[in-house]
């Protein structure tokens, strides 16, 4: 013979189940997971990215001429061989991002921190670097010598010199 709950346990526990299917949907509906967006080979000239959080973003391949990252958090980002001529990058979060074979030209990289960023073979043709952090950047010998005559500043963030971060001698 099978025994059953008493009615009241039934409910209570049925209520609880319920609460627990509810709950569960409710979350997925809610709260989304955070994903890192692609914008390969696409056209974005103008955008504005400024404050916004792209950690892990792809942005390869793409013409970002004149777009707005000013005060973005890019940690991660990829860039590689995108044209990111006279971007904003203001007090950026850079570090860690992929800046391989980008054109730079006339960009502002202004207090911007990009600790640890792979940059060889980038561009920097007349770029703002004031108080830019480049605390371990990789980066061509040559244009590393480039920065340098340039570098000035102290990054708000980071308190390190520009000049400092680039190795100037």
Same mark, same amino acid.
């Given at each position: 013979?099978?025994k059953?709950?008493p009615?009241h346990l039934?409910?209570i526990?049925t209520?609880?189940?319920?609460f627990?299917?509810?709950?569960f949907?409710? +979350?997925?509906?809610?709260v989304s997971p #955070?994903?890192?967006i692609s914008?390969?080979?696409?056209?974005?000239?103008?955008?504005d990215f400024?404050h916004q959080d792209l950690r892990?973003?792809?942005?390869?391949?793409?013409?970002l001429r004149? +777009?707005?990252f000013?005060?973005s958090?890019l940690?991660? #980002?990829?860039?590689?061989?995108?044209?990111?001529?006279s971007a904003?990058?203001e007090g950026?979060?850079l570090?860690?991002a #992929?800046?391989?074979s #980008?054109r730079?030209s006339h960009?502002n990289?202004?207090?911007?921190v990009?600790?640890?960023?792979?940059?060889?073979g980038?561009?920097?043709d007349?770029t703002i670097?004031?108080?830019?952090d480049?605390t371990?950047?990789?980066l061509?010998?040559d244009i590393?010598?480039?920065?340098c005559?340039i570098?000035?500043?102290?990054?708000p963030?980071?308190?390190?010199?520009?000049r400092?971060?680039?190795? +100037?001698?």
């Amino acid at each position: 013979m099978k025994k059953s709950l008493p009615s009241h346990l039934q409910t209570i526990l049925t209520s609880f189940v319920l609460f627990l299917i509810t709950g569960f949907a409710f +979350c997925n509906i809610f709260v989304s997971p #955070v994903l890192a967006i692609s914008y390969n080979n696409v056209t974005l000239i103008g955008e504005d990215f400024s404050h916004q959080d792209l950690r892990d973003a792809s942005f390869d391949h793409s013409n970002l001429r004149q +777009c707005d990252f000013s005060y973005s958090n890019l940690f991660g #980002v990829e860039f590689f061989s995108s044209n990111l001529d006279s971007a904003n990058f203001e007090g950026a979060n850079l570090r860690n991002a #992929v800046l391989g074979s #980008v054109r730079l030209s006339h960009a502002n990289l202004t207090n911007a921190v990009l600790e640890d960023a792979f940059a060889f073979g980038a561009l920097f043709d007349r770029t703002i670097i004031e108080g830019a952090d480049f605390t371990n950047v990789l980066l061509r010998a040559d244009i590393q010598r480039k920065l340098c005559d340039i570098a000035s500043g102290t990054n708000p963030t980071t308190g390190r010199e520009t000049r400092e971060t680039l190795l +100037c001698w």
